[in-house]
Structure formats: structure tokens, C-alpha cells
């Protein structure tokens, strides 16, 4: 799907490509007529990710965008359930919002008998799982089961794991949202996102994103396409990387902790396995020697690179603690985006770093 899904039609000497449509308007008789209302090239975009995530895809400007026209389709009053450790911009979304127009219910999602106690008069459950950055698992199906009962709508960050190794809306979500700008792009090159969905949600969500007009650019729409053609095969190596990586980070003295799904002693490791068909990409660690350690061992790789974001070809890493919101997140937790590089490159510019950032400690 990742790979057929959105192609033109086949006729002698098409395209194999969609073609980026530069448009703002369109000759009148159609059901799009303008350009924030349709473009060919999301379409395209959106029928490949659609597909895969088993909904009606929508593009957005931004990740952020996605989950804002989520958002904006509560009443003002409502109450969002979502969790502690999470995307620190939905978080501030939230609090921001003028006036106390939401109410925000702060849960540990890993929890979730209190999750769903939380949901109790609450219009949203806002899901992530893994949680960025502290790799907590969440129970998507049993949390969405019991939100529909208490009458929340369930909706699903799933950017980290992405399609390929997880399905929230067969678990039972409503929505899906992701940071396109993240894996299914990957190149860190492309700000884009997604909301998919199924039924009533989709012209709810069309109309927020005409009228909010947060709409993606075709070239961001034909280059994020044209990263997701290569998810599975990225996403294959940047995992098999990972896991080794935290099977070798576990063992290593300077290390107090690894967070990641794929190790059997990990606490969420169970719950992944019965929902994910894979463990991902990501992964963090807490170094031994606090935040000051920490920071240094993010500084001092040579390969590695040290910036914020993630899901790019490219590994990076770096000491969320330093963000405005993360003041919950451990001080000494260094957060990696694993890439596509050489394992043992990787191996040896952390076993680098962490000889620099911790001293004898990492021998
Ligand atoms: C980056 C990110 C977002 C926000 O997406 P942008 O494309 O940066 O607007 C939302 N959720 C998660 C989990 C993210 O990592």
C-alpha cells in the first residue's frame, strides 16, 4: 500500500507519479472550485495514507494543525483527557487556550483504570502510545472501548509508531493524527500532518481545515508522498537499529535506564506486543551522572546528531528536559530518533559520547 496506494491512473505513457499542482483556483462546475478547499496532489498523499491507516486521510499544514482542527471540534467547556508524558505542543495548545476554553484532565495513560475514570463527563481522550518521550504503552483498545462508553470520542497520536506497526483506528480509535513532518516524510525536510478518520469525523474535520485555511503546500504534499514510498524499508532498518541499540545501551554501565518497547523487561513491553506488530524507532535512556552528563553525551557525538525533532533518516538525539513542559520528564533522559546508518557507526559514536559525558563511570 505504502507503495502503490495513490498512483495515477494507468494509461499509455501517464506519469507513475502524481504531478505537484501549483492551483488556486479551478475551472467552475466542480465540487473543490478553490484551493484550500482541494488539491490533486493531496489527494494523493491522502489515498496512500488513508490506505494504510484504514480511513479517509486529510492533510494539514503541520502535525500541529492536525491536532488543532481536532481540538476545535469540541464545544467550548469540554474536557480533554490526555496524557502527562506527551507531545509537549498539544499539551501547551490546551493550556493556552484563551479564556479556560477546554478543560484539561492530565492522566498517567499507562494507568488505565484512572484514565477512564478521567473520562467521566469528558468530550476527548487524547491517546498517545508510545508517549514521547518517555516510551510509556498505553492500552489503546481497552481505553477506547471504555471512553465510548462513558460517551468520550477517541483520538490517537500515532506518529511514533506509525501505520506500519500500529493501527489505532482497528483498536478502536475514532481519529488518527500524525506529525507527518516525522516518519512518514523522513527526510527532515517536509512540515506537514494528517488527521484520519472515519464517518461523521471527516466533514467535520474538512470544514476546520478549510476554514482554519491550514492547509499543506502541493510540494510538501508530493515530497511527504514520496517519503512514505519508503517507509516500510526505512522504518525496517531504523528499527532493527534501534533494538539493537537498546539491547546494547542496557548493558552498558553509564546507563541507569532504557525505555523501549521491544526489551522484555521494559514495562510496556507486553501491552506492544499484543498491539504493535513492531517496536518502533525511537527510544530513550537515562544516563547515569544526571543532567549534566547528559547534556554532555548529547553534545559530544560525532555522527549522531544532537537537534530536537525526529523520524528522519538520520539519527538524533537530545536531553528533552531542556524544552519549556518536559519539567516531568527525567533530567537525565537523553531521547533518540534512530535512523538508517551503519549499527555499528551508531554503536560507536554513543560508546564515544558517553566515554566523554560520563568519564569512568563508562568503563
Ligand atoms: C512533532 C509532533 C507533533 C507536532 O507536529 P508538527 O509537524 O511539528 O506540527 C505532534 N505529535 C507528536 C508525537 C510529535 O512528535
New binding site residues.
Given amino acids: 500500500m505504502a507503495i502503490t496506494a495513490g498512483r495515477p491512473d494507468v494509461v499509455p505513457d501517464g506519469p507513475l507519479n502524481p504531478a505537484v499542482v501549483f492551483a488556486s483556483t479551478y475551472h467552475a462546475g466542480g465540487p473543490v472550485a478553490y484551493g484550500r478547499d482541494g488539491n490533486p496532489t493531496w489527494d494523493a498523499f491522502e489515498a496512500a495514507l488513508g490506505a494504510l491507516e484504514g480511513g479517509e486521510a486529510l492533510a494539514f499544514a503541520?502535525?500541529?494543525?492536525?491536532?488543532a482542527a481536532v481540538l476545535e471540534t469540541l464545544p467550548v467547556g469540554a474536557a480533554i483527557v490526555l496524557p502527562r508524558d506527551?507531545?509537549t505542543?498539544?499539551r501547551a495548545l490546551i493550556e493556552e487556550a484563551v479564556d479556560g476554553r477546554w478543560e484539561m484532565r492530565a492522566v498517567d495513560v499507562v494507568d488505565t483504570q484512572a484514565t477512564l475514570d478521567a473520562c467521566d463527563g469528558a468530550s476527548l481522550l487524547w491517546i498517545?502510545s508510545p508517549t514521547?518521550p518517555k516510551m510509556d504503552v498505553a492500552d489503546i483498545a481497552a481505553l477506547a472501548a471504555g471512553a465510548h462508553d462513558r460517551g468520550a470520542v477517541v483520538a490517537v497520536?500515532n506518529?511514533?509508531a506509525t501505520p506500519l506497526v500500529q493501527r489505532p483506528l482497528r483498536l478502536g480509535a475514532d481519529m488518527v493524527?500524525?506529525?507527518?513532518?516525522?516518519l512518514l516524510s523522513g527526510h527532515s525536510d517536509v512540515?506537514?500532518?494528517a488527521v484520519v478518520a472515519r464517518g461523521a469525523f471527516v466533514p467535520a474535520l474538512r470544514l476546520q481545515r478549510s476554514l482554519h485555511g491550514a492547509v499543506p503546500g502541493p510540494m510538501e504534499s508530493y515530497l511527504a508522498l514520496r517519503g512514505l514510498r519508503t517507509l516500510p524499508v526505512r522504518l525496517e532498518r531504523a528499527q532493527a537499529n534501534a533494538a539493537e541499540l537498546a539491547a546494547r545501551l542496557a548493558k552498558h554501565p553509564a546507563v541507569e535506564r532504557v525505555r523501549y518497547p521491544g526489551l522484555v523487561d521494559d514495562p510496556g513491553h507486553e501491552r506492544a506486543r499484543a498491539q504493535m506488530t513492531g517496536w518502533g524507532s525511537m527510544l530513550a535512556f537515562d544516563v547515569r551522572g544526571g543532567a549534566d552528563a547528559a547534556e554532555a553525551v548529547a553534545r559530544s557525538t560525532r555522527l549522531i546528531v544532537h537537534a530536537t525533532?525526529?523520524?528522519g533518516i538520520e539519527t538524533t538525539m537530545e536531553r528533552r528536559h531542556r524544552w519549556a513542559r518536559e519539567d516531568l520528564t527525567p533530567p537525565q533522559l537523553l531521547r533518540v530518533s534512530v535512523g538508517c546508518e551503519d549499527v555499528e557507526d551508531l554503536w560507536d559514536d554513543l560508546t564515544h559520547a558517553l566515554r566523554i559525558g560520563c568519564g569512568d563511570i563508562s568503563t
Avoid: F, I, P, Q
Fill in positions: 503541520s502535525g500541529m494543525a492536525a491536532v506527551g507531545y505542543g498539544t498517545e514521547n497520536d506518529t511514533y493524527v500524525h506529525s507527518v513532518t516525522k512540515v506537514m500532518g525533532s525526529l523520524g
